[in-house]
């Protein structure tokens, strides 16, 4: 059985996305992000990179992850 990673790197995103619409609040350090959706470093690392370039994320000072349009 041949797995499109196209296809799980969607899904995935999908529910990176949905887990910080749920959770407006939510910050997320890479490591926190890597144990919440089961990733390794450099795919997790990836898929957080292409949310912050999409304008969906932003990385605070601390290093965490949050939703871009959630207050400073």
Known sequence: M???MQMVG???LARMRGEYCEMPGLK???PQARRLWGLDA???DTLLHDLVEVG???RCAD????RADARP
Do not use: H, I, K
């Open 28 to 30: 997320l350090t890479a």
């Open 10 to 12: 969607d899904a995935v």
């Open 63 to 66: 290093g965490s992850f949050v």
């Open 2 to 4: 041949e797995v499109d």
């Open 56 to 58: 969906f994320l932003r």
């Open 42 to 44: 450099p795919v997790c």
